[in-house]
């Protein structure tokens, strides 16, 4: 029981890690672009994919 939860909590981080590359990827393909975002547009999209991983 404690090994399944080890490995969940290793495949959470790693989901949270692989979603943090991608934002920053993203981010900065964004710059490269030319375009700008406030924090506020940030925050909410990152808001709204935590609420589509559920």
Known sequence: MLA?????AKETSDIA???LY???GEG???MQ???TST????REKV???RKERG
Not at 39 to 42: A, F, L
Request: no cysteine.
């Open 22 to 24: 991608r934002l920053i």
């Open 4 to 8: 399944i939860k080890a490995q969940l």
């Open 47 to 49: 808001e709204q994919r």
């Open 28 to 30: 900065y393909k964004a």
């Open 33 to 35: 672009d030319g375009r």
């Open 39 to 42: 924090i506020e547009e940030v």
């Open 17 to 19: 890690k692989l979603e």
